[in-house]
T-cell receptor
Framework: RKEVEQDPGPFNVPEGATVAFNCTYS??????FFWYRQDCRKEPKLLMS???SGNEDGRFTAQLNRASQYISLLIRDSKLSDSATYLC????????????FGQGTTLQVKP | EPEVTQTPSHQVTQMGQEVILRCVPI?????FYWYRQILGQKVEFLVS????????KSEIFDDQFSVERPDGSNFTLKIRSTKLEDSAMYFC???????????FGPGTRLLVL
């Protein structure tokens, strides 16, 4: 089983659509969880951290289910500028900070 | 807003040559990392560094790789004898606490010919 698994997509959606991405992770000792965004040939940039209680930042909602080892990201009212690759990232390094990345889910928002 | 910087942005080298990739982490950060991303693949962890020591390294980080913090601001990755398969984007990252967000530099694109 892959350490962090995501559906690579691509997800092609019209502007204004709601889209959901899912991610599973295999290491039950994982410490912290993130969604990063990566534009083509650029560095990963933090979108949001993910907490068990769920957290929201504007149009973005992230959820963590530790029992199922499952992380989700919901994007509401998609904008053209949301087109990017979304990376599910898990910190498995309790005392080293090692991040494990999923392969990313590609989102293309069309007018 | 403080950011991680990396130089050079692009590096082309011949197989067998040594390369040094440079990073300036965010100034008050204590933990430093190198990751790489081969074209079309996922981002992979190489090494983490704290208090002038490697705290963890991956299988990729073999004897050809080394890291150094030569002064109070720079963090370098050296590849002693580059191979074709070292061609990738190399990202430096840093944070102030282990479980908090890591901030990534813009990367160095290394091409080994």
């Amino acid at each position: 089983r892959k350490e962090v698994e995501q559906d690579p997509g691509p997800f092609n959606v019209p502007e204004g659509a709601t889209v959901a991405f899912n991610c599973t992770y295999s290491n039950s000792a994982s410490q912290s969880f993130f969604w990063y965004r990566q534009d083509c040939r650029k560095e990963p940039k933090l979108l949001m951290s993910v907490y068990s209680s769920g957290n929201e930042d504007g149009r973005f909602t992230a959820q963590l289910n530790r029992a199922s080892q499952y992380i989700s990201l919901l994007i509401r009212d998609s904008k053209l500028s949301d087109s990017a690759t979304y990376l599910c990232v898990v910190n498995i390094g309790f005392d080293t900070g090692k991040l494990i990345f999923g392969q990313g889910t590609t989102l293309q928002v069309k007018p | 807003e403080p950011e991680v910087t990396q130089t050079p942005s692009h590096q082309v080298t011949q197989m067998g040559q040594e390369v040094i990739l440079r990073c300036v982490p965010i100034s008050n950060h204590l933990y430093f990392y190198w990751y790489r991303q081969i074209l079309g693949q996922k981002v992979e962890f190489l090494v983490s560094f704290y208090n002038n020591e490697i705290s963890e390294k991956s299988e990729i980080f073999d004897d050809q790789f080394s890291v150094e913090r030569p002064d109070g601001s720079n963090f370098t990755l050296k590849i002693r004898s580059t191979k074709l398969e070292d061609s990738a984007m190399y990202f430096c990252a840093s944070n102030s606490r282990l479980q908090e967000t890591q901030y990534f530099g813009p990367g160095t694109r290394l091409l080994v010919l």
